[in-house]
């Protein structure tokens, strides 16, 4: 439709790329979807959580209306759905009530995997075509980091809804696990210095980097020490044993109402004996040196205390992860439940700061300075939820591997605990 | 397959034909889920309605429990399920929670129809080899009737969740409506009188009935006067139109709280120009002519004291049923919509007493002078909801046509709108 | 004051009469707040409940709206008043919100005691002056049983307000209480009868009585039998002790859930022990022959069940009371607490039908067949709280004596438990 | 009584200045309740507000447990009111619900003002005694500021539950008000600079400070410009006006949903008609001029996103009020309402940011590097409360003036209205 010049042979080799890239993010949500059925894929156990057939439509919904709906000619897929499958963008209209997105019957999984096929094969023309312009591209490249979202999403808010199920059914049942030591508590300390947080505002910059991460700035960390890997589950064990979850003093005062209210005495997933937990793969046995998770941020906060210790700020986090590289257990590895340590690390290295768990931090989610949001309706993305949330940091068993940096800021409401969330003591330096 | 003595002739006769009842009334259950997807069975608009999938399996349960059950023998399909589908016999044991139906992807609705399968084989085998012993006859009886509640409950139930989807699909497409008259509202006159009311207690007495319609006893019933036919949609909408949705004065106190709390404007199904209804079959124009339904006891009784009337006793609706057949627009009319009478009758006489709409009456659900439960688990069928409950009577376009008597008792609590429920008035002698 | 004619000698003698009475009944509602501090006074404990200092400024509103305001000159003690001191008159405009009535700290007690005396002063004059009209003399009447009403509230609501408070003082330090002996319990029977129900509707007919005990009807009302005296608190207690808070199989169905999510474990205000039990005279031991009350009727209904009983129809507990005097233990006697009865009656009649407590019935609180709302404005006055409610009759130790009747229908809600209401078994023939 | 040699001419000095401080600190909290009855006294009108009486009982209780309660033969004034006025220290016992504390009729508040008399009778008297331990002079201290703390909330408090009642009367009828001036917007400069945040950790510093000040510490402010004074009636009128209540993008997601949910339209006492604002001496004019206040945090924030600004950070507020002295419109100037600007500064100085306002930060209320909570059962004190609130910095027209510290931290939930709360504008650099 564009009487576009040729591209270039690097052009064309770049948007041959993108193709091949957004092709794999796209059908990697399909396969995560494929041990479920069309009834597994509608269930919404909590507000907090969608169906797995919401994941699938809203994600592709982004890209028709964000990419896509860049076309001029383009008519949508079915009008009707705009507003279904929209989830908090105000400026572009009303949006279903999340609680209800569970009562979706319709349109059918079916449907929804042929929408997501449609919106496919046109973006994957237009790539090829080299027809999306600028705009168009970076909201593309933006979805493709917003569908991994929705995949650790998708993972965590079926866990939760086969866990809700009485019969509590296994996800997979061909997931492995891999088995490890944890080393002793090792204290790391780090001096006072002052050090760049964040990444440079994408797009300006090439590499991308969510709106929230940004600007680079100068912040003085204190001196300090950290804990060379999070806490384990035989550790938070002896915590639960010691009675932490009955002893207000230990606790923040909203977490303590939280933890009574609820009858809150261990992490979410584990059995009252203490023994088993649930996982993606059913019920399995407690794995002592893996680190522990599923905790809410009072629970992680309370046992920091009651440890004699602290959460990290997330500047003191990202200090520690900035000259390392990547590598963790991420949901690339399979077997999407945490793990122990494989090997020993040296000492004075961190262990484990990728993949695993999120790690609390005790770093309210906020603006950096000279924080701007990203241009137009996506604006909405990030800012608007910097109130009563917590920063989490480096990435979890069931986040993409390619998904993670040591910027990244994942944020929750602090009584969250069904993501993979464990933690890292801290403490000042003495 | 049982070694069991061959049965008289007509002992065979009489279970030839409760097998061919039973295998009648279950494989219509099936049939009205036919036109229903998986995921639409699945869906739970609110708490006071189960999804399609949760009807079928329950109604299997309560044959697997209480007629396979009585065998010694018998294995139940699969044990987990007891929990999932007991309603609420507390008697044999704790229920999966009401509102957490919607949440049961699994089983599936292969599973259970599965279940319904076997159960119904093995329930016919031993039938046929009338390996029963009476009191499974009983409580195969009983199945029979509440798995006819459930058809009903199971139209309803999707009709709302339907509804809430905001895609607002038709049930089924191929619904056809039935044009009429209604004729003008002529008052029928009776004097003070007593008489029978309700029928005799099964199973002591062959022809079943509800324990809450038991004993017949007499009752001493005011001169009064009954209108010929229920309130019709142009009467009602006149009501609307006039303001009755914003007058306090014709409501009762907790009726008006709840009318502006849920900003009641019109009948459940109704669209605010007061044209359209939404209905199994769809969005389509109101026919004037036709009772109107979807309202709850509040907006009968306001409608009544507007009219200048008041709605009957259940005492006075009965009188005049009794001398009657129960023809009328059942769900096996195959409308699943009530229809404006298709020709006029005498006058003097009862138009629409039974199908097309339930019909409110002023009475609060309560006991007969007499009352005894059914005997054993099945005690808490239905003495247990006698409070805040109000009757209605004569069935509607959902029920099974041979489901109904002139002494049934439907009850709900008079907040509920989601029934086919309308209204017939009725005044005090001049 | 005013230049009317001289009234008749008999005029004269009633209306002095009249004007006795009114000072009379206006009296004891400051006597019954006397042993009341300004703050005691201003306590809501529930909305449910109402603070003194409303119920004494509520009663007098009555009275200037519904009698001096009937006189064309008369301007409000305080116009702002009418909105916080109406209750529930829909009809003459919005009114502040229960709930909030313990908000009230202005006007103060004091302006509230000085405006019922101006409000009575000119009350008096109008009285003796003879310048009431019929309709303002029946809103005065009227306005007398609505004040008697409220004085039993305010006895059970400043009972239930004490209690809240962790100090639990008491109302009164000066009460007695009287011992007695509840006789081994005995049944009365009854022939099937028709009786005539109900009081003559005032004002057509002079002597008082609520719109909701009229029209007098006939009843047809089936053998049964009645307990001679009500349940007593030793036989309560048997219920408590062998289990019947714990037993579903004993309650509604509403009232099991609430129970259980109260935690209800014996009447509302007995200790764990049972053995004392608070009282307006503070903490005392609960006297065993004394008439079990404050159970809410789901307490009441599943003890009848329990013990093999069911509660009477209101028809039944008419006619039983129908011919007897009204004789009893009342708020004039002075305890404010139900006694034991205090001699024995002759074998086959009645005991304590009337005062020490209110006794549930199974009758839903409805309209007699020709129910007629009192004209105007207070036709609120009952009419729109039937719905949800039960019926109780026969008057209580807080209830003035000369507020009761045969045909006097209380009602409350299933789940209230402040009122003194206890319970009479009664059986169906055998 | 103790034994203790004569304290030297000095100590004496200071312990006579300390009772001298104790008695007028003390008898200020008794003058703020002058103006009130009993009644009012009681009212609490909603559950993050306290009645009067409870703040006098309360602050007394404190005194007499961690002061009094130090000596060894001390018997409390009565010991059935630990539970009541216990607010939150979970170590040393259980409390009394807060919600409920609006039902406390008992004590009065003579008996209240009676337990004052008492324990500061006592109080003093040890202090003239010198006998108070260093524990025990410490406690007295801290309870000194606690006390001041409940000052405020006793006139925040009050001034809402007057506004609840529909008669809206003044707390005060003689407070004067002061006109002035708000100079147009100006902004102020500061470059990248290390400051140091916070107060030495007392009691080992003899400077009073909460824990939450300390420790001193090394913070990296970035680049920024703050208002010279805070946002103007007049300015938060015109983003009225302009729609921003009704624009989803100036908010927080949370604070939208809020603000919806409770339909704010403009300030908490602001009327409709944005010209009358309801204050402690009842409704008056707006003054354009002075501070805008009773905004949540959700309102300052969107009003700085609509005026392309941001809130401040704590620390660059806290930069700005370092070298300054802590002159303003407090408490002690007996107007308890902001005022506009009485007279011009120079140019590039800071206006009103002690006094007048609160003024809602940027900064999440959390722990500084380092933090220590009070020893034993006053490390209760402020550290459990980090979490899901934000600092508000400068002290407000109701606060004493000598409580005020540059260093100062109060947190509110973001919720919160009824504090005098404002905000002043921060940018970026450019």
């Given at each position: 439709?564009?009487?576009?010049?040729?591209?270039?042979?690097?052009?064309?080799?770049?948007?041959?790329?993108?193709?091949?890239?957004?092709?794999?993010?796209?059908?990697?949500?399909?396969?995560?979807?494929?041990?479920?059925?069309?009834?597994?894929?509608?269930?919404?156990?909590?507000?907090?959580?969608?169906?797995?057939?919401?994941?699938?439509?809203?994600?592709?919904?982004?890209?028709?209306?964000?990419?896509?709906?860049?076309?001029?000619?383009?008519?949508?897929?079915?009008?009707?759905?705009?507003?279904?499958?929209?989830?908090?963008?105000?400026?572009?209209?009303?949006?279903?009530?999340?609680?209800?997105?569970?009562?979706?019957?319709?349109?059918?999984?079916?449907?929804?995997?042929?929408?997501?096929?449609?919106?496919?094969?046109?973006?994957?023309?237009?790539?090829?075509?080299?027809?999306?312009?600028?705009?168009?591209?970076?909201?593309?490249?933006?979805?493709?980091?917003?569908?991994?979202?929705?995949?650790?999403?998708?993972?965590?808010?079926?866990?939760?809804?086969?866990?809700?199920?009485p019969l509590q059914p296994a996800y997979r049942d061909d997931l492995v696990s891999r088995p490890g030591v944890a080393a002793p508590l090792e204290w790391i300390h780090s001096p006072e210095q002052i050090i760049e947080i964040g990444a440079p505002a994408w797009p300006a910059n090439a590499a991308f980097a969510y709106d929230n991460e940004s600007p680079?700035?100068?912040?003085?960390?204190?001196?300090?020490?950290?804990?060379?890997r999070p806490v384990s589950n035989a550790e938070f064990r002896r915590f639960v044993e010691a009675g932490g979850y009955r002893e207000p003093g230990f606790w923040m005062s909203e977490g303590w109402s939280l933890c009574q209210q609820e009858h809150w005495q261990h992490p979410l997933y584990w059995d009252d004996a203490l023994a088993r937990e649930f996982?993606?793969?059913?019920?399995?046995?407690?794995?002592?040196?893996?680190?522990?998770?599923?905790?809410?941020?009072?629970?992680?906060?309370?046992?920091?205390?009651?440890?004699?210790?602290?959460?990290?700020?997330?500047?003191?986090?990202?200090?520690?992860?900035?000259?390392?590289?990547?590598?963790?257990?991420?949901?690339?590895?399979?077997?999407?439940?945490?793990?122990?340590?494989?090997?020993?690390?040296?000492?004075?290295?961190?262990?484990?700061?990728?993949?695993?768990?999120?790690?609390?931090?005790?770093?309210?989610?906020?603006?950096?300075?000279?924080?701007?949001?990203?241009?137009?309706?996506?604006?909405?993305?990030?800012?608007?939820?910097?109130?009563?949330?917590?920063?989490?940091?480096?990435?979890?068993?069931?986040?993409?591997?390619?998904?993670?940096?040591?910027?990244?800021?994942?944020?929750?409401?602090?009584?969250?605990?069904?993501?993979?969330?464990?933690?890292?003591?801290?403490?000042?330096?003495?």
């Amino acid at each position: 439709m564009n009487a576009v010049a040729a591209p270039s042979p690097s052009a064309a080799r770049a948007t041959d790329t993108l193709a091949a890239r957004y092709a794999t993010v796209r059908a990697r949500s399909v396969a995560l979807a494929a041990p479920l059925s069309a009834e597994d894929a509608m269930v919404q156990s909590m507000p907090d959580a969608s169906p797995t057939k919401w994941h699938l439509a809203h994600t592709t919904w982004f890209f028709e209306r964000f990419v896509l709906g860049t076309q001029p000619e383009y008519a949508p897929f079915n009008a009707d759905w705009h507003y279904l499958f929209n989830s908090y963008y105000q400026s572009i209209g009303p949006a279903h009530a999340r609680p209800q997105r569970g009562l979706l019957s319709r349109p059918s999984l079916e449907d929804v995997l042929q929408f997501r096929s449609r919106v496919d094969q046109r973006v994957i023309e237009l790539l090829q075509a080299n027809a999306l312009d600028p705009q168009a591209l970076r909201q593309l490249e933006l979805g493709l980091h917003h569908e991994q979202q929705h995949q650790e999403l998708l993972l965590t808010d079926i866990k939760h809804a086969l866990w809700c199920n009485p019969l509590q059914p296994a996800y997979r049942d061909d997931l492995v696990s891999r088995p490890g030591v944890a080393a002793p508590l090792e204290w790391i300390h780090s001096p006072e210095q002052i050090i760049e947080i964040g990444a440079p505002a994408w797009p300006a910059n090439a590499a991308f980097a969510y709106d929230n991460e940004s600007p680079v700035h100068r912040v003085l960390v204190p001196a300090h020490a950290l804990a060379q890997r999070p806490v384990s589950n035989a550790e938070f064990r002896r915590f639960v044993e010691a009675g932490g979850y009955r002893e207000p003093g230990f606790w923040m005062s909203e977490g303590w109402s939280l933890c009574q209210q609820e009858h809150w005495q261990h992490p979410l997933y584990w059995d009252d004996a203490l023994a088993r937990e649930f996982t993606l793969a059913g019920w399995r046995a407690i794995d002592p040196d893996a680190p522990v998770c599923h905790l809410s941020y009072f629970e992680a906060d309370a046992y920091a205390r009651w440890a004699g210790a602290r959460l990290p700020t997330e500047f003191e986090w990202e200090a520690a992860a900035a000259g390392q590289g990547t590598a963790g257990n991420f949901a690339d590895d399979g077997r999407l439940h945490p793990s122990a340590p494989a090997h020993e690390r040296p000492a004075g290295r961190h262990q484990q700061l990728f993949g695993d768990v999120w790690e609390w931090t005790s770093s309210a989610y906020g603006a950096y300075p000279g924080f701007r949001t990203f241009e137009g309706n996506l604006g909405e993305y990030n800012g608007k939820f910097m109130c009563g949330q917590w920063v989490l940091r480096g990435g979890s068993c069931a986040t993409p591997a390619d998904h993670i940096r040591p910027s990244y800021r994942n944020f929750f409401a602090p009584s969250a605990r069904w993501q993979f969330a464990g933690l890292r003591l801290a403490k000042d330096a003495a």
